[in-house]
């Protein structure tokens, strides 16, 4: 749900009261939850990507891959790892290196990994991307950038730069 923080008050007895303003329709959530105990996590409200980009760059990515003699799996793998922003680095112990790396990768085609040596003894650095099913408006805006720029290097014709505009924040 959608929504922002109203008002924040402290009670009588030492605890706070939190009010939201909420958009849409939250009757069956109170209904569902009133006097129960529950979980909370408020974050940032970012815009959901659109599936219409999502789209086009897959129609690109198999154009590329098509000119390229190449997987459009591969050109979206490439793609992903070209971008900021969409991956995590951790320091696992050498022993959990594969065990992160399979599991992470279950994940979809878009989920990958990387390691680079870690200067702590018996440790190893894992770059962990993200799939772009993850992604937000911005981040898949990047991704759309740069299937668009290799798209042009190779002469295939793309959108307009406003149509491609309009299609990031469809």
């Given amino acids: 749900m959608k929504g922002k923080l109203k008002d924040l008050s402290l009670t009588m007895d030492g605890r706070w009261n939190l009010t939201l303003t909420i958009d849409g329709e939250c009757r069956p959530i109170w209904d569902k939850y009133k006097d129960k105990e529950i979980d909370i996590d408020i974050k940032t409200h970012r ?17 590329i891959a098509a000119r390229m003699h190449i997987d459009k799996v591969d050109v979206y ?35 990958q990994t990387d390691t680079m040596p870690s200067k702590l003894k018996g440790c190893t650095n894992v770059i962990l991307y993200y799939g772009s099913s993850t992604y937000d408006t911005q981040q898949m805006s990047l991704l759309i950038d740069h299937i668009v720029q290799d798209a042009k290097a190779l002469g295939i014709e793309t959108m307009t730069p406003a149509e491609l505009e309009a299609l990031k924040i469809a």
């Fill in 47 to 63: 815009n959901k990507r659109s599936l219409d980009a999502n789209g086009y760059a897959w129609v690109l990515m198999d154009k």
């Fill in 77 to 111: 793998r490439e793609a992903i790892k070209s971008i900021g922003g969409v991956s995590e680095t951790v320091c696992v112990q050498d022993k959990a290196v594969d065990r992160l790396r399979q599991g992470w990768e279950q994940n979809g085609i878009g989920w």
